[in-house]
């Protein structure tokens, strides 16, 4: 069992910046992927982001340039570097492990873009 606690949401104005972090429990962190997701209200659940065991990581296109991923595998932590904030990134975002069949999800934590 894998526990994840996302941090670092908020309120922040377009083209602002904010760290998200997400804590995982367990001893095996470094062989999972870990991907951020974000739901904004109303629309579906979509990939942002995602690392792999091994640190190769890929975006989706409508973040490519602003937001970096990246893990700390002595700490069990994924982060999310979101620079250049538009209110179309306004989201709950969630943190998801997986690791072959099994997948693990946190709680969100909210990302408020505006001024």
């Known amino acids: 069992q894998v526990q994840l606690v996302e941090s670092g949401g908020g309120l922040v104005q377009p083209g602002g910046s904010l760290r998200l972090s997400c804590a995982a429990s367990g001893s095996i962190f470094r062989l999972y992927a870990m991907r951020w997701y974000r739901q904004a209200p109303g629309k579906q659940r979509e990939l942002v982001s995602a690392?792999?065991?091994?640190?190769?990581?890929n975006y989706a296109d409508a973040v490519k340039g602003r937001f970096t991923i990246s893990r700390d595998n002595a700490k069990n932590t994924v982060y999310l570097q979101m620079n250049s904030l538009k209110p179309e990134d306004t989201a709950v975002y969630y943190c998801n492990a997986a690791l072959e069949v099994i997948s693990y999800w946190g709680q969100g934590t909210q990302v408020l873009v505006s001024s």
């Open positions: 690392i792999t065991s091994g640190g190769d990581t």
